[in-house]
T-cell receptor
Framework: AQSVTQPDIHITVSEGASLELRCNYS??????LFWYVQSPGQGLQLLLK??????LVQGIKGFEAEFKRSQSSFNLRKPSVHWSDAAEYFC????????????FGAGTRLAVHP | DTGVSQDPRHKITKRGQNVTFRCDPI?????LYWYRQTLGQGPEFLTY????????KSRLLSDRFSAERPKGSFSTLEIQRTEQGDSAMYLC????????????FGPGTRLTVL
């Protein structure tokens, strides 16, 4: 069965520090991979997506993610975190073959210290 | 493009009552999805429409749940005889009809069953 694992429930970083959020997936075929961010009272916003091609993808707000097939991972990174990045981050797998039903991880809550 | 809208944003009800939520997708999107998100978890897929046809329902969608999308525009999700376990955020998303169509999420309806 398809699944997504985000090993870190909570992460705290200092403003200006670098960030890496981990995501591992289990899916038999070529996955479509997504990172979404959810702020309190807000809907899910797409940060970036990977379908094929270059394994390093750039997204909005200075985020990037790298697809590593050998490790079944799609980790999200940002070189310098801003206080406004505090939110919950979700990794998701889109099932190929017709439509994008998304399977989400449980999320990582990011806190940013000034 | 006003985005995906959901109504109401919050609903408090007593156990045993029926509730209905509405989702208005982005106007040109013919795919519409419902997800449920409980506290501390990522969204879980409930059901999916292409135009007015409901093409897949998760086993999470018990017979107390029914979703419709008349005329392929807005959608409603009804929960009959609500239970405390139904308390969650109900998210709606829409996308264009293509395999890699990005899903745009609404702000969600938070249901509390007392």
């Amino acid at each position: 069965a398809q699944s997504v694992t985000q090993p870190d429930i909570h992460i705290t970083v200092s403003e200006g520090a670098s960030l890496e959020l981990r995501c591992n997936y289990s899916y038999g075929a070529t996955p479509y991979l997504f990172w979404y961010v959810q702020s309190p009272g807000q809907g899910l916003q797409l940060l970036l997506k990977y379908f094929s091609g270059d394994t390093l993808v750039q997204g909005i707000k200075g985020f990037e993610a790298e697809f590593k097939r050998s490790q079944s991972s799609f980790n999200l990174r940002k070189p310098s975190v801003h206080w406004s990045d505090a939110a919950e981050y979700f990794c998701a797998v889109g099932l190929s073959g017709g439509y994008n039903k998304l399977i989400f991880g449980a999320g990582t809550r990011l806190a940013v210290h000034p | 493009d006003t985005g995906v809208s959901q109504d109401p944003r919050h609903k408090i009800t007593k156990r045993g009552q029926n509730v209905t939520f509405r989702c208005d997708p982005i106007s040109e999107h013919n795919r519409l999805y419902w997800y449920r998100q409980t506290l501390g978890q990522g969204p879980e897929f409930l059901t999916y429409f292409q135009n007015e046809a409901q093409l897949e329902k998760s086993r999470l969608l018990s017979d107390r749940f029914s979703a419709e999308r008349p005329k392929g525009s807005f959608s409603t999700l009804e929960i009959q005889r609500t239970e405390q376990g139904d308390s969650a955020m109900y998210l709606c998303a829409s996308s264009l009809e293509r395999e890699r169509g990005e899903q745009f999420f609404g702000p969600g309806t938070r249901l509390t069953v007392l």
